[in-house]
């Protein structure tokens, strides 16, 4: 099993900047793909972003593509989303996410966290 812990939500004005942090525990992390999708009020979970075990392929949203950029750090057994330049349509509930394999992270990960909250305010 894999357990994933979401940090770093919160309120930030449009413009302005946020970093998620995902810690993750149970099994061997560096193994995984790691990924966030977000889902929005009265709309479908979303693909934002994913990473594979090495960290040496990336994967975008088009609508977070330059914005957005996913990380992690296999010794920490933490995955990054850094993001800059929120838009108030990014407002979400953010998950993190996890599978073994670096196609089905951007389609149906195994793995969820319990979320956090993103608010942009306009």
């Known amino acids: 099993q894999v357990q994933l812990v979401e940090s770093g939500g919160g309120l930030v004005q449009a413009g302005g900047s946020l970093r998620l942090s995902c810690a993750a525990s149970?099994?061997?992390?560096?193994?995984?793909?790691m990924g966030w999708f977000r889902q929005a009020p009265g709309k479908e979970r979303e693909f934002v972003a994913a990473i594979s075990w090495s960290g040496l392929s990336t994967y975008y949203a088009d609508s977070v593509k330059g914005r957005f950029t996913i990380s992690r750090d296999n010794a920490k057994n933490t995955v990054y989303l850094q993001m800059n330049s929120l838009k108030p349509e990014d407002t979400a509930v953010y998950y993190c996410?996890?599978?073994?394999?670096?196609?089905?992270?951007?389609?149906?990960?195994?793995?969820w966290g319990q979320g956090t909250q993103v608010t942009v305010s306009s």
């Open positions: 149970g099994r061997t992390f560096s193994s995984y793909a």
């Open positions: 996410t996890a599978d073994a394999s670096s196609v089905a992270i951007r389609r149906v990960p195994h793995y």
